[in-house]
């Protein structure tokens, strides 16, 4: 017993240990279990998560998967694979070696932006999607990373940082956008491809829009009346909304308080299962100024949005989406003894539906906005309630699309109708409205190394009657990294309501202005030439550009009775060159542009008013200490011709302004965001002569946003 006792003693250890043992033995059978890898990719700039980047292991081409919203993917790695690569739109390309072992290994990704995100999709050039690299117009983008890097929340306070592009401000409040020359009323606005209404005095203010519902603006300089009819003379900004993640939700939510009285709230998030997506946003913002205006005694502008968007999609390649827009703004500013009030309303809506047919496209879209204006003045600080005069305007666009292959051509076709209506103490009438049928086409050809673009649109309205505007691009594509563009082009403004209509008649100044209904559109010829060099740590842009135009529209000397009146009277020109370039330093992106500028108004010989002559500007950001990201941008803006005399000689001419703001970004735990800042850091002020600047601007914002959920 004693012996038996003493082999079972050596024989049951000895048994579990073969068997705690076997599964060591598989790599001598040639049976190694994979390795689980697990990758989290973030943006390296401002550590959130990246969506959608692809996973590539090993040698090959092909992606083993992608991203979810949390910028997380969880796979096994085969024996041997040791090389990881990771991909994305506007990210340089991230390879790394795998540690060896079939234990689980984590990888924390941190990709770099690239200079200039070629690969990215568009769709302003060509009203269909294509990569950013192969539009043949000039195509700038501003991504949804780059719009935070500035700190703005309000769409004009972000463009008027861009090359080309100045601030329009002036009486009655608000702060729009020149572009090469051309003004505020020149420039077309769209928000996914549809017009936004909403001038007061031919100016559409910008900052009545918010960025928190953006993922991305497109700029396109130059006439683009071809695609999209009136006021696309100057060029085009398209504000493209935020998509839902490819799954689960997110959200976020935004505070900031700042000098002057700024305080801004705003919320937003995404869902998507399936086909079904939706996203929705909403804020207010508050500020003690009056957009475009300098003056700060007793001003502020008060809003609050809200947006919201549904889009379905299904497996045979068809989808039907709808968006509505919601705006409500009051604001209140001071000139000589009486105080201006600007009550305004904005409502959009938008209903879209398309199909994949082979390798072409069908969409169509109605759109629908309206914006009321409510002008008032007192000589206290609040509006009489029954007082002002109104302004109420309305658009109804149906457009049908066609994207496909013609022959060894492609082809964007299309035609629009267009029912604009306007309400108005002002008038001669108390409603008017105007009827237009406008059909377009634009072909693509491309031959070796070069792609040229012929295009018309033929726009009939019943008032104006009719217009054509055509225009031939060319791309050529000398290298991978250089590519030239050209572009000849036309482009027109029809007359607004009040141009034909107007009346109003001002009895203790002495004098009226009343419309003219005989006024034809006004048009320009436009040409431009430019080079692109593009590397994946810098870049070089450079264009020269020339803009004859006749025939616009200015009110002209009063006749005896001290009536003033519109006509198509004035002719001039614009002509510039833009040089912008930048470059990847290490962790650090610095940038830099100039704009020159020469204008003409060719009845007095002198040059266009509030157009500066040069404008330079620099950018750069970076880690700095303690994981903080800072960024700093700065703009010297030339000498300004702001008035005229009746002979047409220049009486004043507003100096040079410099100015610089500087952001400080810093990621907390559990989603938290901190950043700080200062707009016009160096406190420059020069009174009225620079509508819009008035003094520094400190602020604090904290932002939380969640991951993907299920």
């Given at each position: ?12 250890p ?19 279990p ?8 973030v943006?390296?700039?401002?550590s ?45 390309l ?46 700038e ?8 890097r ?6 004009a306070a ?5 090359s ?14 020149q ?7 020149r ?10 209404i ?20 497109e ?21 493209i909304?935020r ?22 709230a ?30 700060e ?47 305004n ?11 994949a ?41 149906g ?6 292959i013609?022959?060894s051509?492609?082809?964007d ?26 059909p ?5 050809v ?15 309205n ?13 791309m050529?594509?000398?290298s ?7 572009a000849?082009g ?17 009895d ?65 020109w ?22 020159l ?5 060719l ?13 330079l ?63 016009n ?30």
């Amino acid at each position: 017993m004693r012996g038996s006792r003493a082999w079972r003693a050596l024989l049951v250890p000895g048994v579990l240990g073969l068997a705690h043992a076997a599964p060591a033995v598989a790599p001598a059978q040639g049976i190694t279990p994979p390795a689980t890898l697990e990758v989290r990719v973030v943006d390296r700039d401002s550590s959130r998560p990246v969506e959608g980047a692809e996973i590539i292991l090993g040698d090959t081409l092909a992606s083993v998967g992608r991203t979810n919203s949390e910028g997380e993917w969880r796979g096994s790695v085969g024996d041997g694979v040791r090389r990881l690569r990771v991909r994305r739109l506007g990210y340089l390309l991230h390879e790394s070696r795998l540690a060896p072992g079939p234990t689980p290994v984590r990888e924390v990704v941190r990709l770099a932006p690239s200079i200039v995100p070629l690969g990215a999709m568009v769709v302003t050039a060509a009203r269909r999607e294509q990569r950013l690299a192969d539009a043949v117009v000039e195509t700038e983008l501003i991504s949804r990373a780059e719009l935070e890097r500035t700190g703005a929340t309000d769409v004009a306070a972000a463009l008027v940082e861009r090359s080309g592009l100045q601030l329009d401000g002036g009486v009655p409040a608000g702060a729009g956008v020149q572009m090469r020359g051309f003004d505020s009323r020149r420039v077309l606005v769209l928000i996914d491809g549809q017009p936004l209404i909403g001038r007061v005095n031919g100016n559409l203010d910008l900052s009545r829009l918010s960025l928190a519902s953006l993922e991305r603006v497109e700029i396109v300089k130059g006439p683009q009346s071809i695609l999209y009819g009136s006021e696309a003379m100057g060029g085009v900004v398209n504000l493209i909304t935020r998509s839902a993640p490819e799954s689960g939700r997110t959200g976020s939510l935004t505070v900031l308080s700042g000098s002057q009285g700024r305080r801004e709230a705003s919320a937003e998030g995404g869902w998507r299962r399936g086909g079904l997506s939706a996203t929705a946003d909403a804020g207010a913002r508050h500020l003690d100024l009056a957009p475009g205006l300098a003056g700060e005694a007793g001003t502020f502008a008060r809003r609050w949005n809200g947006a919201a968007r549904l889009r379905w999609e299904s497996e045979a390649g068809g989808w039907l989406e709808g968006s509505v827009l919601g705006i409500d703004e009051r604001q209140r500013y001071r000139a000589g003894q009486l105080f201006h009030f600007g009550d305004n309303t904005q409502l959009g809506a938008r209903v879209a539906a398309g199909r994949a047919i082979g390798l072409a496209r069908l969409s169509a879209t109605l759109s629908a906005s309206s914006f009321d204006h409510l002008s008032r003045s007192s000589t206290r600080d609040v509006p009489a309630s029954d007082s002002g005069a109104r302004d109420r305007q309305r658009l109804v666009q149906g457009e049908l699309l066609w994207n496909g292959i013609l022959g060894s051509a492609l082809i964007d076709a299309g035609l629009a109708l267009r029912r604009e209506s306007i309400e108005a103490d002002r008038l001669s009438d108390e409603a008017y409205h105007l009827l237009g049928v406008e059909p377009f086409a634009q072909l693509t050809v491309t031959r070796g190394a070069f792609n040229v673009s012929p295009g018309v649109r033929l726009s009939w309205n019943e008032r104006w009657g009719d217009f054509v505007a055509p225009r031939l691009a060319v791309m050529m594509r000398a290298s991978e990294f250089l590519v030239f563009r050209g572009a000849l082009g036309r482009g027109f403004r029809a007359p607004d309501f009040k141009e034909l209509y107007l009346r109003f008649v001002n009895d203790a100044a002495g004098y009226a202005v009343i419309g003219n209904p005989d006024l034809r559109p006004e048009h320009s010829a436009s040409a431009s030439l430019g080079a692109e060099w593009t590397g994946a740590r810098s870049y070089l842009r450079a264009t020269a550009f020339g803009n004859d135009y006749r025939d616009f529209i200015e009110t002209g000397a009063p006749d005896v009775s001290g009536t003033y009146t519109y006509s198509n009277v004035a002719r001039g020109w614009t002509r510039g060159v833009e040089l912008e370039g930048g470059v990847l330093a290490g962790a650090w992106r610095l940038d830099g542009g100039a704009d020159l500028l020469g204008t003409r108004d060719l009845a007095t010989r002198t040059p266009l008013l509030g157009r500066p002559e040069y404008t330079l500007r620099f950018g750069a950001s970076g880690p700095t200490l303690a994981g903080v990201h800072g960024g700093i941008t700065a703009a010297y803006t030339g000498p300004t011709p702001v008035s005229r005399s009746p002979e047409g000689r220049i009486t004043e001419e507003r100096g040079g302004f410099f100015r610089l703001d500087a952001r400080l970004v810093r990621q907390l735990r559990s989603g938290l965001e901190l950043s700080v800042g200062a707009t016009n850091a160096l406190d420059k002020r020069l009174g009225d002569a620079w509508p819009g600047y008035t003094g520094r601007q400190l602020y604090a914002q904290v932002r939380w946003g969640t991951s993907a959920l299920p």
